[in-house]
């Protein structure tokens, strides 16, 4: 037992392991190193999915070169290895088509580059913040502190709305006016409102669309432009001072009526109320 063991442990075996640890140690911290100064050099030239995509890239290819050096410095035939490789690939192929979809899925995506880390995105009925983009999948963080994995074939087969890609975005606010009301007014009112609003911008000019007649009001479509940082403070101010503006000016906000008829055109029923006492007697 004591031969068996002098033979694992002889000075040439302790000094390639020796060997194998410096190349571990040293190429490790040189990847990184590499991947560190390429970022810190390029990090005001991409943007931070670029960025992303390349020190993922210089890492695990320098971590696949390192493995062969390794494997190398063990004295494995690297020939019956590639040819094993071979064959494993081709199995794992086949088994693992959904994630080679996926990463071609998701080549297509950073190169037609439809949202980048930080966007604000809407996949379906998912929406959130691009958190990480991987090879495989993004990360979506929702606005409720929840993370989403998403598929990258479900990302390119499915229509994406990216909310934060301009820096500018419209919002729309439907109002509903009694049909008494000059609408020339209304339509000067909510001009001024967003005349009066610091965070609404002058260019683009705000909208005001008449849209239909209702049942019970004559609907308006009235639009503002803001820069997207601003937008849960412009909706809530906006909202507060088109109600305030409307009730300085004495504009009815109508809620739905329901008039009821005998089957004469425009003769209202009539309605008696009679009061009764009683007396106790």
């Not at 960025?51 to 410095?73: A, C, K, S």
């Not at 064959?87 to 071609?104: E, F, K």
């Not at 005349?195 to 503002?224: K, M, W, Y």
Request: hydrophobic share 45%.
């Amino acid at each position: 037992m004591g031969l068996g063991l002098s033979s694992y442990f002889n000075p040439e075996t302790i000094d390639k392991f020796i060997r194998i640890i410096f190349i571990l140690v040293i190429g490790s911290g040189s990847i990184h190193l590499i991947a560190y100064l390429i970022t810190r050099s390029l990090n005001k030239k991409l943007s931070r999915q670029r960025m992303m995509l390349i020190t993922r890239t210089v890492v695990y290819t320098g971590y696949t070169g390192l493995i062969f050096i390794v494997v190398r410095e063990l004295n494995y035939d690297l020939t019956a290895l590639f040819g094993a490789a071979g064959v494993v690939g081709i199995v794992i192929g086949v088994a693992s088509q959904t994630s080679i979809g996926n990463i071609i899925s998701g080549l297509f995506l950073v190169s037609e580059k439809s949202f980048e880390l930080g966007d604000s995105i809407r996949i379906g009925d998912k929406t959130g913040v691009v958190y990480a983009i991987d090879l495989l999948s993004i990360k979506i963080k929702t606005f409720d502190n929840l993370l989403i994995r998403i598929p990258n074939q479900t990302v390119i087969s499915t229509e994406l709305i990216n909310v934060t890609k301009f820096p500018i975005r419209r919002l729309d606010f439907k109002v509903g006016v009694a049909y008494k009301e000059d609408l020339r007014k209304v339509k000067q009112v909510l001009e001024t409102v967003a005349r009066n609003n610091p965070l609404c911008l002058e260019e683009p000019d705000p909208i005001v669309a008449f849209q239909a007649f209702g049942s019970s009001s004559i609907d308006i479509t009235f639009s503002v432009w803001f820069e997207k940082a601003n937008y849960q403070e412009v909706k809530n101010s906006v909202f507060i001072e088109i109600k305030e503006a409307f009730d300085r000016e004495g504009i009815e906000m109508p809620f739905p009526h329901v008039s009821i008829y005998a089957g004469e055109a425009s003769k209202p029923i009539a309605v008696n109320l009679q009061e009764e006492k009683e007396r106790i007697r």
